[in-house]
């Protein structure tokens, strides 16, 4: 046994130590956006702010610093930015990844190439877009909590609980960026003017808004969703459970409880029906709509979704594959239209 | 009697096949769900090949004379040397693409072997026993992650789609086929289980089907058309539970685990084989020997640069099919030999 | 006079005997020689001082010897006659006929009657030693059972089984270990329960044993285990409770108890008795099955947390929470040392904290080690040598490992093991470790009993008593013994 571990020690001094964890530089989020270098990449890392002896943290505290860093591609901004910092990236607990509005989505080796590269990364990251720039949403100043980047996090899982929201993880992006489509839906932040008088900061007048979502084309920004377009494009192509429904009357929270589909091969064409077993989410004020207007709704909705040319985000190339894949192969891009019936 | 049970064997094999799915090198952009499907098709021509092999083996003799046994003693010690080394090679090469800051091949090369060496000292029983108490713990484990991960999962990512699906089929086939360790390691475990190897197979081939379907259709479900490099590695970067965040040191663990008792088997049999070639059954000094020989030539072959991966896939493959075609055929050869002979047939005790 | 040894036979001629005698035991001043007169027969009384009470010496021997007198005179043959037949009466009584057993039975705390004219001599088990009294047990203690544990003397420890198991299967069998010491062995067995083979074997090797003394169970050990030193966990066990050894011998198991222990060895003793307690069974079976699993969370926490901290914190911190890593990172950043350096200083600490508290004399080794504890680890604490984390993940182990008693010496060696393995390799090194461990657990054989069962090779029967206990219904069904094992 002591052989065993004497072995282990020599591997261990032979290949160099990892980072002690005091050593490495956690990072909470990125942000990237474009500028004439290349790319700048805004780091919010960890960095432990004490309230006395015996406790080194103080959740009441933001805990957080910014890094910029500049270079051709993300990976040579991060390596300015640990330039910086003196320490090892850690890239393991990182919440989100912000891409500007200018990005170029279709430099994946570029974008992307740094956050595969790295082993202990999540690839299941939250992805979204910020406007003006990435590095602007990370600077607004948090008033309360220890992880400043969890606070985007739980807005966006917010939003899709309340069907305003589709989320888009890291592998999500590349997958979409790489299909003939080319077309990438992200959640939108914003940020609205900040209030100069920093005394009467609090919570209710955060300056961060998460409504619309991203269009990207061919890697660049295209088009914002509404949260209503967002939500019915969740719950068509299953990647979220909540749309909501508009009337005159009232605003209806709908739960998708299950989803079945069945598709059709017409002239050419697929014709994918989506049936849907919904529920309200929550009690509504007011009428609620039946089934049948839900079901005209939805329909309605995914149709003007695809003359816009969004049937992609619906999950065309999905059910092409799937169900007429002698299409797919003809043509990727082959139409795709969609109904939908409410249960 | 040093003999293991039928459950106990099973678990040495199932192992064996968790390895070969953590180890399992998909081309780019291989579709899963037809993976899943060649996997499962796998599993069922292997039961009818290994069904009747365990019949017979279990029954009857396996060699006609001195010098035929002498032979495949020979061959199965090479077999499994070869299959050992592949295996050793692919993993400490795995490992250290994913964390090269913290692994080195050679490191990772000299302590597996070893260690293979001291678990493999333990003698059959002690090997086999090994791998039916970590296996349900194994299982247990990854069944709660695939469990906590179906969030991340979307059922309109799997389909069959391929651009060319009768070469997809085949390709995978075969290269699922040159990740079959498991058939060399059922052919010598088959004469030392004590009762019902038929029963070994049964449950091994199921669970396989059961583990292979499960994997795939996750990976597919989770990943869809994405993939950089392996799967098992992959898919942990994809985790996110509640009490563990990223599981991705659990799924290394798993595969470590899964790697140490399957070259275990190997080494075992290797040295056994060589035993038997020589005549001699100390395994005190064999089995050292053997790892020591073992130990060395892989060492001098990372330092040579010599690039093993490329043949694995018809080494092992052809390994395999050889071993299940010698539990099938050497058994009928012996009996008709022995009736030609007019020599009397003694059956197995 | 010829050479004499153990084998030369006592002499007719008592004067001659008792030279003999002194002689052999080379005039040891603890040997006492008491010489009378009895109805005109020349006798001697010998015993050891210390070995004899002598009251009941006087009582149970020299009274009926003089109740004997009386004016007639006796031919020997007479007088060894009424001696034996009326006067000399004892559940506890021998003859010796050669200085061996002369000198075995004398040391045994026998009294030895010579008769001028016999070559042999009566001896009577007069045995007043000091021993301690039976008294509580110091490390299996147990809430709703007996308070009893063995103490020094084998015959008070037999009574204290025969008590309990009041059956004539049960026997005892007695066999002198070692050259010297001759310590008195009994093993302990019930007939129709234990496997024959297993008792061959269990008595050839104690007869094996060469050592010139025996002076504990550690002694006895490597006799009994085949390959003890490399193997990590022992296939004999040790307890000091009667009710533990007495539920061993129903299950079929052998009992071995040595003369001047506190401890009976038991065998085959299977891997998973070391998660047992005798308040499984005054337990509902629900709290019995949530026991066991507190026991076996207890042996992995013990065993793998340290080792899985620092694997985790250092090679993978991905794994943690992440309010839990920016803690844990706050943590390490105001200390001096790295984390593994820390883990390894503080368990060794802990483990002299834990050798320092057994050696110390009991009124003040409790107050040593609270003080040691909370003054070094609230002292180190403050002065930034270690974090606090790291201290609660210490006291985590240190409580869970003294949750299993039989495993104390394994877990202090395996804890370290994976300190090590992580803090080199990291899950890698865990793995590596825990593949090691196990196989050398499921190595272990004793007679052909794996040390894994029931759990590998898997027994249905037995499964239940591993995780839980069975109810007392299907307890009364079960007639299972540990030869089902195999």
Same mark, same amino acid.
């Given at each position: 046994?002591?052989?065993?571990i004497?072995?282990?020690?020599?591997?261990?001094?032979?290949t160099?130590?990892?980072?002690?964890?005091?050593?490495?530089?956690?990072?909470?989020?990125?942000?990237?956006?474009?500028?004439?270098?290349?790319?700048?990449?805004?780091?919010?890392?960890?960095?432990?702010?004490?309230?006395?002896?015996?406790?080194?943290?103080?959740?009441?505290?933001?805990n957080?610093?910014?890094?910029?860093?500049?270079?051709?591609?993300?990976?040579?901004?991060?390596?300015?930015?640990?330039?910086?910092?003196?320490?090892?990236?850690?890239?393991g607990?990182?919440?989100?990844?912000l891409?500007?509005?200018?990005?170029?989505?279709?430099?994946?080796?570029?974008?992307?190439?740094?956050?595969?590269?790295?082993?202990?990364?999540?690839l299941?990251?939250d992805?979204?877009?910020?406007?003006p720039?990435?590095?602007?949403?990370?600077s607004?100043?948090?008033?309360?909590?220890?992880?400043?980047?969890?606070?985007?996090?739980?807005?966006?899982?917010?939003?899709?609980?309340?069907?305003?929201v589709?989320?888009?993880?890291?592998?999500?992006?590349?997958?979409?960026?790489?299909?003939?489509?080319?077309?990438?839906?992200?959640?939108?932040?914003?940020?609205?003017?900040m209030?100069?008088?920093?005394?009467?900061?609090?919570?209710?007048?955060?300056?961060?808004?998460?409504?619309?979502?991203?269009?990207?084309?061919?890697?660049k920004?295209?088009?914002?969703?509404?949260?209503?377009?967002?939500g019915?494009?969740?719950?068509?192509?299953?990647?979220?459970?909540?749309?909501?429904?508009?009337?005159?009357?009232?605003?209806?929270?709908?739960?998708?409880?299950?989803?079945?589909?069945?598709?059709?091969e017409?002239?050419?064409?697929?014709?994918?029906?989506?049936?849907?077993?919904?529920?309200?989410?929550?009690?509504?004020?007011?009428?609620?709509?039946?089934?049948?207007?839900?079901?005209?709704?939805l329909?309605?909705?995914?149709?003007?979704?695809?003359?816009?040319g969004?049937?992609?985000?619906?999950?065309?190339?999905?059910?092409?594959?799937?169900?007429?894949?002698?299409?797919?192969?003809?043509?990727?891009?082959?139409?795709?239209?969609?109904?939908?019936?409410?249960? | 009697?040093n003999?293991?049970?039928?459950?106990?064997?099973?678990?040495?094999?199932?192992?064996?096949?968790?390895?070969?799915?953590?180890?399992?090198?998909?081309?780019?952009?291989?579709?899963?769900?037809?993976?899943c499907?060649?996997?499962?098709?796998?599993?069922?021509?292997?039961?009818?090949?290994?069904?009747?092999?365990?019949?017979l083996?279990?029954?009857?003799?396996?060699?006609?004379?001195?010098?035929?046994?002498?032979?495949?003693?020979a061959?199965?010690?090479?077999?499994a040397a070869?299959?050992?080394?592949?295996?050793?090679?692919?993993?400490?090469?795995?490992?250290?693409?994913?964390?090269?800051?913290?692994?080195?091949?050679?490191?990772?090369?000299?302590?597996?072997?070893?260690?293979?060496?001291?678990v493999?000292?333990?003698?059959?029983?002690?090997l086999?026993?090994?791998?039916?108490?970590?296996?349900?713990?194994?299982l247990?484990?990854?069944?709660?992650?695939?469990?906590?991960?179906?969030?991340?999962?979307?059922?309109?990512?799997?389909?069959?789609?391929?651009?060319?699906?009768?070469?997809?089929v085949?390709?995978?086939?075969l290269?699922?086929?040159?990740?079959?360790?498991?058939?060399?390691?059922?052919?010598?475990?088959?004469?030392?289980?004590?009762?019902?190897?038929?029963?070994?197979?049964?449950?091994?081939?199921?669970?396989?089907?059961?583990?292979?379907?499960g994997?795939?259709?996750?990976?597919g479900?989770?990943?869809?058309?994405?993939?950089?490099?392996?799967?098992?590695?992959?898919?942990?970067?994809?985790t996110?539970?509640?009490?563990?965040?990223?599981?991705?040191?659990?799924?290394?663990?798993?595969?470590?685990?899964?790697?140490?008792?399957?070259?275990?088997?190997?080494?075992?049999?290797?040295?056994?084989?060589?035993?038997?070639?020589?005549?001699?059954?100390?395994?005190?000094?064999?089995?050292?020997?053997?790892?020591?020989?073992?130990?060395?030539?892989?060492?001098?072959?990372?330092s040579?640069?010599?690039?093993?991966?490329?043949?694995?896939?018809k080494?092992?493959?052809?390994?395999?099919?050889a071993a299940?075609?010698?539990?099938?055929?050497?058994?009928?050869?012996?009996?008709k030999?022995?009736?030609?002979?007019?020599?009397?047939?003694?059956?197995?005790? | 006079?010829?050479?004499?040894?153990?084998?030369?036979?006592?002499?007719p001629?008592?004067?001659?005997t008792?030279?003999?005698?002194?002689?052999?035991?080379?005039?040891?001043?603890?040997?006492?020689v008491?010489?009378?007169? !009895?109805? @005109?027969v020349?006798? *001697?009384?010998?015993?050891? =001082? $210390?070995?004899?009470?002598?009251?009941?010496?006087? /009582? +149970?021997?020299?009274?009926p010897?003089?109740?004997?007198?009386?004016?007639?005179?006796?031919?020997?043959?007479?007088?060894?006659?009424?001696?034996?037949?009326?006067?000399?009466?004892?559940?506890?009584?021998?003859?010796?006929?050669?200085?061996?057993?002369?000198?075995?039975?004398?040391?045994?705390?026998f009294?030895?009657?010579?008769?001028?004219?016999?070559?042999?001599?009566?001896?009577?088990?007069?045995?007043?030693?000091?021993?301690?009294a039976?008294?509580?047990?110091?490390?299996?203690?147990d809430?709703?059972?007996?308070?009893?544990?063995?103490?020094?003397?084998?015959?008070?420890?037999?009574?204290?089984?025969?008590?309990r198991?009041?059956?004539?299967?049960?026997?005892?069998?007695?066999?002198?270990?070692?050259? !010297?010491? @001759?310590?008195?062995? *009994?093993?302990?067995?019930? =007939? $129709?329960?234990?496997?024959p083979?297993?008792?061959? /074997? +269990?008595?050839?090797?104690?007869?094996?044993?060469?050592l010139?003394?025996?002076?504990?169970?550690?002694?006895?050990?490597?006799?009994?285990?085949?390959?003890?030193?490399?193997?990590?966990?022992s296939?004999?066990?040790?307890?000091?409770?009667?009710?533990?050894?007495?539920?061993?011998?129903?299950?079929?198991?052998?009992?071995?108890?040595?003369?001047?222990?506190p401890?009976?060895?038991?065998?085959?003793?299977?891997?998973?008795?070391?998660?047992?307690?005798?308040?499984?069974?005054?337990?509902?079976?629900y709290f019995?099955?949530?026991?066991?699993?507190?026991r076996?969370?207890?042996?992995?926490?013990?065993?793998?947390?340290?080792?899985?901290?620092?694997a985790?914190?250092?090679?993978?911190?991905?794994?943690?929470?992440?309010?839990?890593?920016?803690s844990?990172?706050?943590?390490e950043?105001?200390t001096?040392l790295?984390l593994?350096?820390?883990?390894l200083?503080?368990?060794?600490?802990?483990?002299?904290?834990?050798?320092?508290?057994?050696?110390?004399?009991?009124?003040?080794?409790?107050?040593?080690?609270?003080?040691?504890?909370?003054?070094?680890?609230?002292?180190?604490?403050?002065?930034?040598?270690?974090?606090s984390?790291?201290?609660?993940?210490?006291?985590i182990?240190?409580?869970?490992?003294?949750?299993?008693?039989?495993?104390?010496?394994?877990?202090?060696?395996?804890?370290?093991?994976?300190?090590?393995?992580?803090g080199?390799?990291?899950?890698?090194?865990?793995?590596?470790?825990?593949?090691?461990?196990?196989?050398?657990?499921?190595?272990?054989?004793?007679?052909?009993i794996?040390y894994?069962?029931?759990?590998?090779?898997?027994?249905?029967?037995?499964?239940?008593?591993?995780?839980?206990r069975?109810?007392?219904?299907?307890?009364?069904?079960?007639k299972?013994?540990?030869?089902?094992?195999?």
């Open positions: 046994m002591f052989l065993v004497a072995l282990m020690g020599l591997m261990f001094y032979s160099g130590r990892p980072p002690e964890i005091a050593d490495r530089v956690i990072v909470h989020a990125v942000g990237v956006d474009v500028n004439d270098n290349g790319y700048k990449v805004t780091l919010q890392v960890f960095s432990p702010e004490g309230s006395g002896s015996d406790t080194p943290l103080d959740p009441s505290k933001p957080v610093r910014l890094v910029n860093g500049e270079g051709r591609s993300v990976a040579e901004a991060a390596e300015e930015c640990r330039r910086k910092l003196g320490g090892e990236l850690f890239l607990q990182n919440r989100l990844i891409f500007g509005k200018n990005i170029d989505l279709s430099r994946s080796d570029e974008l992307f190439g740094y956050f595969l590269s790295a082993s202990e990364a999540f299941n990251v992805c979204a877009t910020s406007e720039s990435a590095e602007k949403l990370l607004v100043p948090v008033s309360a909590g220890s992880v400043a980047s969890e606070r985007f996090v739980s807005m966006i899982r917010t939003g899709e609980t309340d069907g305003t589709c989320g888009c993880s890291l592998t999500e992006l590349i997958t979409d960026i790489q299909s003939p489509s080319e077309m990438v839906m992200m959640p939108l932040f914003t940020v609205d003017n209030n100069k008088d920093a005394k009467k900061f609090i919570e209710q007048e955060s300056p961060i808004r998460l409504s619309k979502s991203a269009v990207f084309k061919q890697g920004y295209s088009d914002s969703l509404s949260p209503y377009e967002t019915i494009i969740s719950a068509v192509s299953g990647r979220g459970k909540y749309f909501f429904t508009q009337s005159e009357q009232n605003t209806q929270l709908i739960r998708v409880r299950s989803r079945e589909l069945k598709a059709d017409v002239d050419g064409k697929l014709c994918v029906t989506v049936h849907l077993n919904v529920s309200p989410a929550e009690p509504t004020v007011g009428e609620c709509k039946n089934t049948d207007s839900l079901t005209n709704e329909t309605d909705a995914c149709e003007k979704l695809t003359d816009k969004y049937a992609y985000l619906l999950g065309q190339e999905l059910h092409l594959k799937r169900f007429a894949p002698k299409l797919y192969k003809d043509s990727p891009c082959t139409s795709v239209t969609y109904r939908v019936n409410i249960n | 009697m003999r293991i049970s039928s459950y106990q064997a099973a678990a040495l094999l199932i192992v064996s096949r968790l390895l070969a799915l953590s180890l399992y090198l998909p081309r780019p952009h291989e579709n899963p769900a037809i993976t499907v060649c996997a499962v098709l796998l599993c069922g021509l292997k039961w009818l090949l290994l069904m009747p092999a365990a019949q083996v279990s029954r009857k003799r396996l060699f006609t004379s001195r010098t035929s046994a002498a032979v495949l003693s061959v199965t010690a090479l077999g070869v299959l050992l080394i592949m295996l050793t090679e692919h993993f400490s090469a795995l490992l250290g693409s994913f964390h090269p800051e913290r692994y080195s091949r050679f490191g990772i090369t000299a302590v597996l072997l070893f260690i293979c060496a001291y493999a000292s333990m003698g059959r029983q002690g086999a026993r090994t791998a039916s108490i970590i296996l349900p713990v194994i247990g484990v990854m069944a709660l992650i695939f469990i906590e991960m179906r969030g991340a999962m979307l059922p309109d990512r799997l389909n069959f789609f391929a651009p060319d699906p009768e070469n997809a085949v390709s995978t086939f290269r699922l086929l040159g990740g079959s360790v498991d058939l060399l390691l059922c052919a010598c475990l088959m004469p030392l289980i004590d009762c019902r190897p038929t029963r070994t197979v049964g449950v091994y081939l199921t669970a396989d089907a059961l583990m292979s379907l994997f795939f259709l996750m990976a479900s989770v990943l869809g058309s994405f993939s950089t490099g392996n799967l098992w590695f992959t898919l942990s970067c994809c996110h539970g509640a009490v563990i965040d990223r599981s991705g040191a659990v799924f290394l663990a798993v595969m470590t685990v899964c790697e140490l008792l399957t070259c275990s088997a190997l080494m075992l049999i290797t040295s056994r084989a060589v035993g038997h070639f020589f005549r001699r059954t100390h395994q005190s000094t064999l089995l050292p020997v053997t790892a020591a020989v073992l130990t060395v030539l892989m060492l001098a072959m990372l040579r640069n010599i690039n093993v991966q490329e043949y694995a896939e080494f092992t493959s052809s390994i395999g099919t299940v075609m010698t539990m099938l055929f050497s058994p009928l050869y012996t009996r030999y022995l009736r030609t002979n007019n020599c009397e047939y003694p059956r197995k005790a | 006079m010829n050479e004499i040894n153990e084998h030369t036979p006592l002499s001629k008592l004067s001659e008792l030279v003999m005698i002194t002689k052999f035991f080379g005039n040891t001043a603890d040997l006492s008491m010489r009378f007169t !009895l109805r @005109g020349k006798c *001697a009384a010998v015993s050891v =001082e $210390g070995m004899v009470s002598s009251e009941i010496v006087g /009582e +149970l021997v020299y009274k010897l003089m109740s004997l007198e009386n004016e007639t005179t006796a031919t020997p043959t007479e007088l060894k006659k009424l001696l034996t037949e009326n006067a000399l009466m004892s559940s506890d009584r021998t003859a010796a006929r050669t200085l061996g057993s002369c000198a075995e039975l004398v040391f045994a705390g009294v030895l009657v010579f008769t001028d004219g016999a070559d042999s001599a009566e001896a009577v088990g007069i045995q007043g030693y000091p021993t301690k039976v008294a509580e047990p110091t490390a299996e203690n809430l709703l059972s007996s308070q009893e544990a063995f103490t020094e003397a084998v015959r008070t420890n037999i009574s204290l089984v025969r008590r198991l009041r059956t004539p299967k049960l026997r005892f069998e007695l066999i002198k270990c070692g050259k !010297l010491s @001759g310590t008195e062995t *009994a093993i302990a067995y019930i =007939e $129709g329960k234990t496997d083979k297993m008792l061959r /074997e +269990l008595k050839k090797r104690l007869k094996s044993v060469e010139d003394s025996v002076l504990g169970p550690a002694f006895l050990l490597p006799f009994l285990e085949k390959q003890s030193d490399k193997l990590l966990f296939e004999v066990g040790t307890t000091e409770r009667p009710d533990m050894l007495c539920a061993d011998l129903i299950q079929g198991r052998i009992g071995i108890l040595i003369d001047g222990a401890f009976a060895l038991v065998c085959p003793y299977l891997f998973a008795q070391g998660f047992e307690s005798i308040d499984d069974y005054a337990a509902k079976t019995a099955v949530f026991l066991k699993f507190i076996c969370l207890s042996f992995l926490l013990a065993a793998a947390f340290p080792g899985v901290y620092v985790a914190v250092n090679f993978a911190p991905e794994m943690l929470n992440m309010k839990l890593l920016l844990l990172a706050a943590g950043r105001s001096m790295s593994f350096t820390e883990m200083i503080v368990m060794l600490l802990l483990e002299v904290l834990r050798e320092a508290s057994i050696r110390l004399p009991h009124a003040i080794g409790t107050a040593v080690s609270i003080a040691g504890g909370l003054i070094i680890g609230d002292a180190a604490v403050k002065s930034g040598l270690i974090s984390p790291l201290m609660i993940v210490v006291g182990t240190a409580t869970a490992s003294y949750v299993l008693p039989a495993f104390a010496q394994q877990l202090s060696f395996i804890r370290l093991m994976f300190i090590l393995a992580g080199f390799a990291g899950f890698f090194g865990i793995s590596v470790c825990a593949v090691m461990i196990t196989a050398n657990i499921c190595s272990q054989s004793l007679a052909g794996p894994t069962s029931p759990l590998s090779p898997f027994r249905k029967k037995r499964i239940m008593n591993v995780t839980g069975k109810n007392f219904a299907a307890l009364a069904r079960d299972t013994t540990v030869s089902e094992f195999r």
